[in-house]
C-alpha cells in the first residue's frame, strides 16, 4: 500500500512526500517484493 502511494506522490510531483512513503516501504516492513524497488526509488 505505501509503495503504491509512494508511486502516486512522485507521479504528482510531491517529491518530500514520496520519499517518506519509499522509506515506509522499503524499512518499515519485513523483507517483501516491493523492498529493493523502494529504496532504489526513494535515491533516484
Known amino acids: ?12 510531483r510531491q517529491f518530500p512526500r514520496a520519499i517518506d512513503e519509499y522509506q ?7 523483507p517483501h517484493k516491493d523492498s529493493a ?3 532504489y526509488d526513494m535515491v533516484q
Do not use: H, I, R, V
Not at 500500500?1 to 504528482?12: G, I, K, P, T, V
Not at 515506509?24 to 519485513?30: L, R
Open 24 to 30: 515506509k516501504t522499503a524499512y518499515n516492513y519485513p
Open 37 to 39: 524497488e523502494a529504496g
Open 1 to 12: 500500500m505505501n509503495f503504491l502511494l509512494a508511486e502516486s506522490l512522485y507521479d504528482s
